[in-house]
Each structure stands twice: as C-alpha cells, then as structure tokens.
C-alpha cells in the first residue's frame, strides 16, 4: 500500500463533500510551491518530485486504471509514471528504517534544454488530472447526496404511515361501524398505492448505485485521531446507502402487508356480522311463533284424562319442530364465539340482543320440558297405563293404596286393617276352600285354578292376543325383570285388546288389579316390586285359552336358544315358573315338591346323551304327563269337560245326565260315576270302587261304548289281586323323594311261580315299585270312599326334604318296611341272583363263541371245472351244500336275536340287582339322614286324552293295564322258550348246577 497521506481531514469525518475541496485545494498549492521551486532550480531534487507523485497517485486511489511506462527498467516496475513525462523514477535508496529517501530523474530522449518543456508538459498532465478528479468528486457528491435525502425521505413518510396504521380504532362490532372503517381504510390504502411508484423508483436508483459502487470490506471502527482516505469515504458512503435502501424495502413490504390483512379482515368480520344480523332477525320471528304457541297451552289440571297421551305427542312433536331454532342458536354462538377469537367484540345494542335471544330460548326450552314432564306424570297418575284408574276396583269401605315400591296394598277403613290381596281376591281364595274335600289332588288343583282363570277373565284370552301384547311391551328377554308399572302397561293392554276383540264389556281396573293380585301372590309374594318376564308369560300362558299343545311350544321357545335348543338350565327355570303355580295354592307337595331337577333330568332321558334337548323331546316328555305338570292337562280337561252333558244316570247320586266327568267302571256293567261323587269319593252304601275306571269329558260314541263293553267283559275274569299288583297311573312320576343313578325300573310284569328265577326278580322288582309308588302317586290302589285322605299326596307333603326336613323319609320307611318282612327273603334272593348272573354269562360267552365259529363258515359257490366227480353228482353235492349254508344262516339269525335278548335281560336283571344290594346294604342312620336319596322309578303312561283325541281316560286300571300284562307275558313265555332252547343246545358243563 501507499504511504499514509500527509493531509489531515479537517472537520468531521462525515463530511464528504467538503473532505475532496480542502485535499484539491492543499494539491494545487503544492503543486504552486513545487513549480516556484523548481524555477529557482534547474534540477529539483528528487524527494519533492516524488511527494508530488505519490500525493496525486493517493488521490486517484486506484481509481483510474494504472498508467503505462515508457520504460521497461527494472528499476521502474512497480513504480508510478504518468503520460507525457519522460521522466522515470530511478533506483530508490532506502535507509536503515526502510524509508525512501527519494528518486533519481533522468532525461530519456535529448539533453538538457529541453527539461523545461518537458516539465511544462507535466505540469499540464497534472492540471487536466486533477480537474477531472474535481469534476467526478463533484458529480459523486450530488448524487449520492440526493439518494440519501430520498431514502431518508422514504423512511420517514412510511415510519409515519405505519403509526397511522397502528392508530386507527379496532374494528367495530355492528356492520355500520365496520362498513365505515373500510371505507376509511380503503382511502389509506389508495394514498399508500399512489405512493409506491416513487419508492420503487428510489430503491431501484440505490440498487444502480451499489452496483456501480460496492463494498465487501467489513465496516471498521475509527478513532476521531485516524485520518480516513477518500476510497474509505466512498465505501463509507455506498454502506450508508446499503442500509437506508433495507430499511426503506422493509418498512415498505410490512406496511403494505398489514394493510392487505387488515382488509382481509374487515370483509370477513362484516361477512361473519352480516350473517349474525340476518340469523337474529329469523330466530326472533321463530322464537316469537314458539311463544306463541306455548302461551296458548292450557293447564294441564283442565285437560281430560283421555287427552293426555295425545297432549303428550303434540308437546314431542313441537319439541321436534323446534330442532331449527335450537340449532340456528348454536350456529349464531358459534359466530360469535369466532368473532371473538378474532379480536371482534360485538357492539352493546348487538349484544343485548343475542343475549335476549339466548334467554329467550331457554325460558322456552324450559317451558317445553315442564309442560312434558307434567303431562307424563298426569298420565302416568292419572292416564289409562296408571294405577290411579285401578282405584275404581275397589268399593267403600276399602282403598286401593300404593307402597313406595309400586305395590297396591288395600285399607279397610271400617275394619282398619290392611291387607296385600284385593278383596275380591280375598272371597276367591275362600271360595276356592270348598274344593278341598276333592280326593285327588291333580284334579283339586285344576279346578281351583279354573276358578282363578274364570275371575280373571283369562278363559277368553286367546294365545295369539298374549304374543301380540308382548311384542308391543317388548317383552323378549325372559330373564329381564319387570316392575308393578310395567306389569299394569302389559295387563291394561291384555284386557283393552280382550274388550275390542270379543266386543264385550270387561271391567278393566277389576280384571287389573286382579290379575295383578294373583301375579304377585305367585312370583312375588314377598312384594318386591319386581318379577321376571318369564314368571309373566308363564302366569299368563298357563291360564289363557289354547291348545295345550301351542302351550306347551309357546313356553318351550321363551327359553330356547338361536337353535330351537334348550339346557338344563334353562328348562330348569321353565319348570320353576311353573310349579310356583301350584305351589300358591298349597299344592306343591303333591307335585313332587319344589325340586324341579327329577323333571328336568326325566325330561332328559327324551334325548339320552345329548347336552340340549329340542321342542319335540320336550312334547313327548308333556304328552306323558309328568308329575310336576300333570295340573296344565287336567286343567284343560276340566275346562272341557264344564259343557259336556252325557246321557247317563250318575250310579251313587242318581243325577240326570251327567255334566262333566263322567265316570264308568270296567268291572261292572252300566256303573256310571259323576264327577262329583267321583272326586269326593261317594259310593252306594256297601260299594267300594276297586275296579277300572274310565275318564270321559266329551260325550261318548256308539265305538267307544263297545270298546268299554268288550274291556268290562274281559275284566270280569280277572281276580282282584291282579288289579292290586298292576296299579296304572295316569302321569308319569318322577320321584322327587327316592332318586338313584341306575335305570328306571320295569314295569310290574304277571305273577309267576317262583321256581323261576326270572318270575322271582320281576316278583321282587314288583313289589319295590308298588311300595315306591305309594310315596309318588296321585292315586291310590283302592278307590274307598272310606279313605278320606288322598294318602299319596299326604305322605309326599311329610316327606318331601324341601318342605319338611324335620319329618321321617319316604325311604326310611320303604326300608323299614323291607327289613320287617322280607329282608332274609332278600338276602337269599341276592345269592340266588348272583349265581344266576354267572350262569348267564357263562352261557351268554358260549352263544357268542358259537356264533363267531358259524361266521367263519366259508359260503359255497358252484364248483369249478376241476372239481372232483361226475357233473351230475357235483350238482347234487352242490345243492346239498347250499341248503346247509342256509339252515346255518338261520340258525346264526336266531342265535343273534337270542344274544339280544338274552343281553337286554341281563341288563335289566344287573339294574334290579344293584338296587335291591343298595336299598339292602344302606345303613338306617345313612337312610333317615338322606331322606332325599335321588331315584328314578318311573312306570308306563297311558296318555290322557286331549282336546283332540278320544275323549277318554283311564284313571286306576285300564284297558292298557291288560294290554301291557299281555304283552309282558308273551315276552316271559319267550325268554321261557329261549332259555329251554339254551339248556338243550348248551348242556350244562361237568361241575356246574344250572337253575334254569
């Protein structure tokens, strides 16, 4: 770099105008000193001429491009030379402190005179350099002066606007308010618009100008004491354009900017306010309608009650129509709700009339709920679904009251008393007192419940009615539980279908109130409050008018799966609904009690092996009557049987004709019973009924009279004792006292003498299923009038374990009455049987041994070519052979069917076997702690006949008694002939004794 200029600024450092005049003035008097200095001397000396050079080269400052020399010396490389002067710089002598201590000129071309025009035409070169200096100074100065005032100006007017800006009012919140300040500011808009042609034009003259003048060196920190050259000054000058012209750019973009979003949301909050204004104005008409009608509702203590259900939809209905309103609310919340977000308040008058809007809205909405709810609770009081037109059911002195939990209770006001049955309810149950003298319990139970379906109206109710109600009440689930409220709904639309359907007068609050008595005295006698749908349906279906059978399928699907199948489960609690019946009325004992598990598991023998069981099982098992059912048929027979008339004369009371029952003996002839005397036991004086009977509740053809005719006929050779060792009962019992795991019991077969084994076991098996059947029968043996009592139900009532735990056993007493007579007879019995077992089985592995050998018989063919003899003799031989393969055939066929039945009678005889050992061997302590021991005797059903089949019945001995003794003795005589057969074809070995 050059040396340090020795010309100090004068003035401040900023100064750049006046900086190049004082350093132009200091040259020219230089340059004057120089020439005066030079005219005194023909040779100037080298320093001066350099400081003249080296201060005109500091001042150009490598602007101008270099000069060329007219030398090519060494000594001047590097060295400044001008045009014009043919003087060169000569070798410099430096000092020891690397100063220079000046130049050498010498004359290139010519000698001596002419030195002073030379330095004349130097002294020339030097005035026109320094003049064009002067003139680009100048120029510099005017015009980096004027960009910066026009920058600075441009900074000050948008510094300005944006303070503007920032002071204009926020943006109101009515749509005249916001319609102003968008004129308003559409007016600053245009003057920022008008403006910016002129700020563009600056910037671009300031983006020329750095072009022509850049920087790029970083900008230093002087100390007032440094002096700056004039390139620092001129950088200095293009940086404080590069700042002014940012700041301009910037200023300008943010202005403009926030105007843009400032009219940006102008037009959405006019938009957002306009649909505000416009959504007020339709909700006021709308709301001002709603009130209108609300205004117009009359109290709700003048309506009727038939009109408050209808009252009830109307009020729903407006409800309903009010969903506009109410979502036209929320939309104008939302709004301004938005506005808000946005930094938009709405103004006070807008305000007040949203909120009027809002407050309106609720005291409507209010309104509407409290009208619903008063009307629902009148209906609910008052309306037809209520109990309060249930207090008509009742008559002075007594009130129909309700219990916190829904449960009508009754007040006798003259008695004072209170009491949870209606007292209609109250006289039935008395009335229902006068069929205890009924001898047979299923029948005793039937006819009470008759008189419960007739005071209930339900004999007129049709199973189809039942389903539809149902259905409306959206009673599906069986297991859901009901309330008294909804057991009304159901009932009060049982009896209003009833009353459309038959056209027929029906006092629907006493048909009510009844039918919820009975209800609650059999499912909730406790007054819960509550029941299952299932005990509904069950209550209801049992009492209705319809074929057993649709019953019996209606019931089984209530607790069926997707299927059409039911578990023991789910059968277990059918069963339960249905004993609860008879149980009210005090009959339960003779039904087998409480413990529905023997049905279910009788009822599951229908489908041995499977886990769930189908509705044609479950038909089968009710076509049977089982014990813990057996009231669900006679019930209908009885109600069959009230319009019945037949043409006979009732034999002990002498009534003409017979209404009802009739019942005829098939021991004697033309004896004819009426079911009054019948059921009550009566007899002519001297007369006990030990004989057959038959069961008609229908009138009786001329085939039907034959029949009994020919049955009369053969009865009359049979002895009494047959009669007593052949009892038939008319259900199918099921033992809820002795249960045990083995097979069912056989039926009783004929009296055989007992050297035959066979006869001995039946004999035995006999008797234990005579003393059994006493302790789970309907009936007795002997139909004595004398027998007051029905003794079966009576020993089933003292010793069923549900009922009694208290009292003796049924199988106690079975067992005491085996070990009193025939305990030793047993014990020899057992050992007879025993080796009666071996001798079986011996013989039965013998027979099957045999039948594997005539298996293995190759069957024969014709002969082949190779055979041996004349074609004649080996047809012959053939022929002989193939008749001897068929007479094996047939014997291997009734070698089989002897193996079967020889297999089913061991069966049997190996299941009387293990339960004559188990009563035997069963300790009393062990018999009298576990009266409940489960067994499964059961006997042979005829089934009663049903609304569509032949009206009859037999009650204690009937024609299927002697059908099955006959069928029964052709079976013994057979295994008789079997058994011989055995003997003679499989001789009995050496050392064994054969009781055959």
Not at 4 to 23: D, F, N, Q, T
Not at 475 to 503: F, N, W
Not at 974 to 981: A, D, F, N
Request: hydrophobic content about 35%; overall charge negative; glycine content about 6%.
């Amino acid at each position: 770099m050059n040396a340090p200029s020795p010309i100090r600024e004068i003035g401040p450092p900023h100064s750049v105008r006046r900086s190049p005049l004082l350093l132009l003035l200091l040259l020219l008097l230089l340059l004057l000193l120089l020439l005066l200095h030079i005219q005194a001397s023909p040779t100037p000396p080298p320093p001066q001429r350099r400081a003249a050079t080296e201060a005109l080269a500091q001042f150009q400052g490598g602007s101008d491009p270099a000069p060329t020399s007219i030398t090519s010396s060494p000594l001047a490389a590097g060295r400044p030379s001008w045009p014009g002067c043919h003087c060169v710089p000569c070798q410099s002598t430096v000092d020891g402190e690397g100063q220079e201590e000046g130049t050498e000129c010498r004359r290139l071309r010519g000698g001596g005179p002419h030195q002073t025009g030379e330095m004349n035409l130097c002294w020339n070169e030097i005035k026109r350099k320094s003049h064009n200096i002067r003139v680009r100074l100048e120029a510099f100065s005017d015009n980096s002066g004027k960009l910066q005032l026009s920058l600075q100006e441009i900074i000050e007017w948008l510094t300005a606007k944006d303070e503007e800006l920032s002071e204009q009012l926020p943006i109101g919140g009515d749509v005249g308010a916001v319609q102003h300040q968008r004129e308003f500011h559409q007016a600053f808009m245009e003057d920022v618009k008008s403006r910016g042609p002129f700020i563009y034009s600056v910037l671009e003259s300031a983006q020329a100008f750095l072009a022509q003048h850049p920087f790029q060196e970083p900008e230093e920190n002087l100390t007032d004491g440094k002096e700056v050259s004039p390139r620092r000054r001129i950088l200095n000058v293009s940086r404080s354009v590069w700042k002014q012209a940012n700041v301009a750019s910037d200023l300008w973009e943010k202005l403009t900017a926030r105007c843009v979003d400032r009219h940006r949301h102008m037009e959405r909050t006019l938009e957002r306010l306009l649909q505000i204004q416009a959504a007020m104005e339709e909700l006021a008409v709308a709301l001002e309608q709603a009130e209108g009608v609300r205004d117009a509702w009359e109290p709700v203590g003048d309506l009727f009650i038939d009109s408050l259900q209808d009252h009830i939809d109307a009020t729903k209905l407006f409800k309903e129509e009010l969903t506009q309103v109410k979502e036209g609310m929320k939309h104008i919340n939302d709004l301004a709700h938005q506005l808000a977000i946005s930094d938009v308040h709405l103004s006070m008058e807008n305000a007040r009339a949203l909120e009027h809007l809002n407050s309106r809205w609720k005291v409507l909405q209010g309104s509407i709920e409290e009208r619903l709810k008063q009307l629902q609770d009148a209906h609910r009081d008052f309306g037809p679904g209520s109990q309060h037109f249930l207090s008509s059911s009742v008559q002075i002195p007594w009130e129909r009251a309700i219990s916190p939990n829904k449960v009508p209770y009754y007040i006798n006001h003259q008695a004072q008393t209170t009491c949870w049955d209606h007292p209609k309810m109250t006289e039935l149950y008395q009335a229902l007192a006068d069929l205890n003298n009924i001898k047979f319990s299923a029948y005793r139970t039937a006819m009470k419940l008759r008189r419960v379906q007739k005071a209930l109206r339900l004999d007129l109710v049709a199973l189809s009615s039942l389903v539809e109600v149902f259905r409306e009440q959206e009673l599906q689930q069986g297991e859901h539980v009901m309330d008294v409220v909804e057991v009304i709904h159901g009932l009060t639309a049982l009896y209003e279908r009833l009353e459309e359907e038959r056209s027929i007068l029906v006092n629907i609050p006493l048909c009510v109130d009844m039918c919820l008595n009975w209800l609650l005295n059999v499912y909730d006698s406790a007054r819960n409050g509550k029941m299952r749908v299932l005990s509904f349906k069950m209550g209801l279906v049992s009492l209705c008018n319809a074929d057993v059978q649709e019953k019996y399928k209606y019931l089984f699907r209530q607790v069926s799966g997707p299927g059409g199948l039911t578990d023991q489960r789910h059968l277990s609690l059918l069963l339960h609904e249905a004993i609860q019946i008879p149980r009210q009325l005090g009959e339960v004992a003779a039904f087998g009690g409480s413990n529905v598990e023997p049905s279910v598991r009788s009822c599951f023998r229908m489908a041995p092996g499977k886990p769930a069981i189908e509705v044609s099982h479950f038909l089968e098992w009710m076509s049977l009557e089982p014990q813990s059912m057996v009231w669900l048929p006679v019930l209908h027979r009885v109600a069959a049987a009230e319009s019945t008339k037949h043409q006979a004369k009732c034999y002990v009371c002498k009534q003409c004709p017979i209404k009802g029952f009739r019942y005829r003996s098939l021991k004697q002839f033309n004896v004819d019973i009426c079911q009054t005397c019948f059921l009550t036991g009566r007899t002519t004086k001297g007369k006990k009924l030990h004989y057959p009977i038959m069961e008609y509740y229908t009138p009786t053809t001329s085939g039907e009279k034959m029949r009994d005719f020919a049955k009369t006929l053969k009865n009359k050779f049979r002895s009494k004792q047959y009669f007593t060792k052949h009892p038939q009962r008319g259900y199918l019992p099921v033992q809820s006292v002795l249960e045990a795991e083995s097979s069912e019991t056989p039926c009783s077969s004929p009296k055989l003498p007992h050297a035959d084994t066979h006869s001995r076991i039946e004999h035995y098996a006999s008797r234990l299923a005579e003393m059994e059947s006493q302790n789970c029968s309907f009936f007795t043996d002997s139909l004595s009038p004398d027998e007051s009592l029905d003794e079966d139900q009576y020993l089933l009532r003292h010793s069923s374990p549900a009922l009694d735990h208290d009292s003796p056993c049924g199988q106690h007493m079975l067992l005491a009455h085996l070990e009193h007579q025939d305990k030793e007879q047993l014990q020899r019995t057992l050992a007879r049987l025993e080796n009666e077992n071996r001798v079986l089985q011996g013989e039965y592995r013998r027979l099957k041994w045999k039948h594997e050998e005539a298996a293995s018989v190759p069957m024969l063919t014709e002969a082949g070519e190779g055979g041996p003899g004349s074609p004649t003799a080996g047809g012959q031989q053939d022929e002989e052979l193939l008749a001897e393969a068929r007479v094996l055939r047939q014997h291997k066929t009734r070698l089989e069917t002897r193996m079967q039945i020889l297999e089913d009678h061991n069966k049997q005889l190996e299941s009387q076997l293990c339960r004559l050992r188990e009563l035997l061997l069963q300790p009393k302590d062990d018999s009298e702690a576990n009266g409940s021991e489960p067994s499964t005797l059961s006997s042979p059903v005829s089934g009663g006949g049903h609304h569509g089949e032949p009206a009859s019945r037999e009650t204690t001995d009937t024609e299927a008694a002697g059908d099955d003794m006959e069928h029964e003795q052709d079976t013994v005589l057979q295994l008789q002939e079997v058994i011989e057969q055995l003997r003679n074809v499989f001789p009995s070995e050496p050392g064994t004794t054969s009781h055959i």
